[in-house]
């Protein structure tokens, strides 16, 4: 079926599907940039870097996020996305405080 992530509580588990899957396109990341809480949406590493943001948001508090796997897991492509989406979610929120 494709699906490349699950979800155990708030612990998003990945595979390597050693293929270039389309749930990273950009009709999919802005699903997860509009949203107030992604926790409705299907386990993605967008949902993980945007309940992040929005934790920190809400507390005011760091978060962390987790990023562990055996070598050629995808660890580097993980962090790549989830820091991607990080840096979008902050600019819309800069150009949403700009209003």
């Known amino acids: 079926r494709g699906l490349v992530y699950t979800s155990v509580g708030d612990i998003i588990v990945s595979v390597n599907p ?5 749930c990273y396109e950009d009709t999919i990341r802005s699903r997860y940039l509009r949203i107030e809480r992604s926790e409705t949406m299907p386990p993605h590493a967008y949902q993980c870097a945007t309940n992040a943001y929005l934790r920190m948001l809400k507390s005011g508090k760091s978060q962390q996020i987790l990023i562990s796997g055996e070598s050629g897991a995808g660890k580097t492509e993980a962090t790549k996305i989830i ?10 929120k800069a150009k949403d405080t700009c209003r």
């Open 18 to 22: 050693f293929r270039q899957p389309n």
């Open 83 to 92: 820091m991607t989406m990080l840096n979008e979610l902050g600019i819309a």
